[in-house]
Structures are given as C-alpha cells and as structure tokens.
C-alpha cells in the first residue's frame, strides 16, 4: 500500500477546516431586535394566560363550578407566562453574549 501524499493530505485538512467555521457560523444567530423581544415576551404571556383561562373556564362548565376553577386557572396561566418570559429573556440574553463574543472574535 502507498503512502498518502501529505500535500493532499493538508489540502483536505484544510477544506475540512473552512467547513467548520463555516458551520460554526451558521451556528450563532444575530442579535435579536427590540421589537422581536417584545413579540416574543408578549406573545409568550399571553398565549399561556389565554390558555390557562380556557381551560379553567372549560372545567367550570364540566364541573359547574363557574368562575372559581375560570380565576384559578386564568392566574396559574399568568404565572406561567411569567415563568415563559423568564426563560425567554435568559435564552435571549444568551444570543446577544454569543453574537457579541463573536463580534469581538472577528475584530
């Protein structure tokens, strides 16, 4: 068996190389802009809250217990969205860290 040709060898290396920044680009998304973090905070409470008052008001009238399980329900889907917006501001905040790590990497 011959030995591979270094020269080959180091071409692909290098091919391999580029492929990999080049993913590790595509990787980190940009910053996000203020009005896509107040669509997404708003649309996060709100979905939950909605829900959550659905579903209490659809347990009231199974149960016929109206509006204690409606009031219940409605303030568990707040705290959820609550909870909801919490996370979506650490995932945020994680984005804008890695878009400016990466700003400061290319400079």
Do not use: H, Y
């Not at 030995?3 to 060898?9: F, H, Q, V, Y």
């Not at 149960?63 to 409606?70: N, Q, V």
């Amino acid at each position: 068996m011959s030995e591979p040709d270094p020269r080959r060898l180091r071409d692909l290396g290098e091919k391999l190389d580029e492929i990999r920044r080049q993913e590790e680009q595509r990787k980190v998304q940009p910053p996000p802009t203020s009005a896509e973090v107040a669509f997404r905070f708003a649309t996060e409470l709100f979905a939950a809250t909605i829900v959550g008052g659905a579903m209490g008001w659809g347990l009231d009238w199974l149960f016929g217990t109206r509006p204690i399980l409606t009031v219940v329900m409605f303030l568990f889907g707040a705290a959820a969205g609550i909870r909801n917006v919490v996370r979506t501001s650490r995932e945020l905040n994680a984005r804008i860290a890695a878009a400016a790590a990466k700003d400061k990497k290319e400079s």
